[in-house]
C-alpha cells in the first residue's frame, strides 16, 4: 500500500523567501504524483501533477515540484512567495496504471506568509 | 459549469441524529469519492464509486453509507451520528483513466459538528 509522508507540518516564511516543501512517498512501483493547495475557507484545487517524463513539473502560479526516483521524493518548490501563498499544500500519490487506484493523502504542510 | 457542489455547506447534530450530505457534479464524470479530513491527519477515503449503481468502502467507512443512484450524484449518510464523526467532508470526482491518467476535482466541503 502507499503512503505519503510530508515532514514540515507548519512552515512561516516571509514574503519573498523560497518555499521548498517536502514529500516522500512509498511504494515500489511507478506512481503517479499530485500537489493540491487549500487555500483558507476553500476546497482543494491542483497545483501540478506528474505523470511521465520531464521530472520537473511546472504548476500554477509559478510553483514546481522535483520527481526523484530514487529517492521517492516529490517536493514543492517556489522561488518568490507571495502573502496570497497562506494555504495548507498535500501531496498524493496513487499508483500509475488503468483502472481505479485509491489516491493517498500526506498530512499536510500549513504554509503562512508573512508580509 | 458548476463543477462539484455540496450541501449542506454546514450542519450541527447531536449524537444519534441522522444526516445524508448530497455531492454533485456536472463533468459527466465516472468517478466519485467521499473524504473526510481531520487535523494533522490529511484527507481519509471513506467510500467511492466507479460508476453508477456501484459503491466501495475506503479506509474508513465504519458509520457512513453511501448511494450512487444517478451518475451525477453520490450521496453519504450518517446512520447515527457520533462526536468521532466531527469532521469537514469533502466530495471529489473524476475521469477513469484509460491507460493514462486522470486527477481529483473537489468540492467546497460540509462542515460537520457533533454533540
Redesign the interface.
Known amino acids: 500500500a502507499q503512503s505519503?509522508s510530508q515532514h514540515n507540518?507548519h512552515v512561516i516564511l516571509s514574503e519573498a523567501a523560497s518555499l521548498e516543501l517536502g514529500c516522500n512517498y512509498s511504494y515500489g512501483g511507478t506512481v503517479?504524483l499530485?500537489w493540491?493547495v487549500q487555500y483558507p475557507g476553500?476546497?482543494?484545487?491542483?497545483l501540478l501533477?506528474y505523470?511521465s517524463g520531464d521530472p520537473l513539473v511546472k504548476g500554477i502560479k509559478g510553483f514546481e515540484a522535483e520527481f526523484i526516483k530514487s529517492k521517492f521524493s516529490f517536493n514543492l518548490r517556489k522561488p518568490s512567495v507571495q502573502w496570497s501563498d497562506t494555504a495548507e499544500y498535500?501531496c498524493a500519490v496513487n499508483a500509475?496504471?488503468?483502472?481505479?487506484?485509491?489516491?493517498v493523502?500526506?498530512?499536510?504542510t500549513r504554509l503562512l506568509v508573512s508580509p | 459549469n458548476a463543477g462539484?457542489t455540496q450541501t449542506p455547506k454546514f450542519r450541527v447534530l447531536k449524537t444519534g441524529q441522522s444526516m445524508t450530505l448530497l455531492c454533485a457534479q456536472d463533468m459527466n464524470h465516472e468517478?466519485m469519492y467521499w473524504y473526510r479530513q481531520d487535523p494533522?491527519?490529511?484527507?481519509?477515503?471513506i467510500h467511492?464509486s466507479?460508476g453508477e449503481g456501484t459503491t466501495a468502502k475506503?479506509?474508513v467507512p465504519d458509520g457512513y453509507n453511501v448511494s450512487r443512484l444517478k451518475k451525477q450524484n453520490f450521496l453519504l449518510g450518517l446512520e447515527s451520528a457520533a462526536p468521532s464523526q466531527t469532521s469537514v467532508y469533502?466530495c471529489?470526482s473524476s475521469y477513469?483513466?484509460?491507460?493514462?491518467?486522470y486527477?481529483?476535482?473537489?468540492?467546497?466541503?460540509t462542515r460537520l459538528t457533533v454533540t
Open positions: 505519503v507540518h503517479n499530485f493540491y476553500q476546497h482543494l484545487q491542483l501533477k505523470f498535500f500509475a496504471g488503468t483502472g481505479f487506484q485509491k489516491l493523502f500526506g498530512t499536510g | 462539484v468517478y494533522g491527519m490529511g484527507l481519509r477515503l467511492y466507479v475506503g479506509e469533502f471529489a477513469p483513466r484509460t491507460g493514462g491518467t486527477e481529483q476535482y473537489f468540492g467546497p466541503g
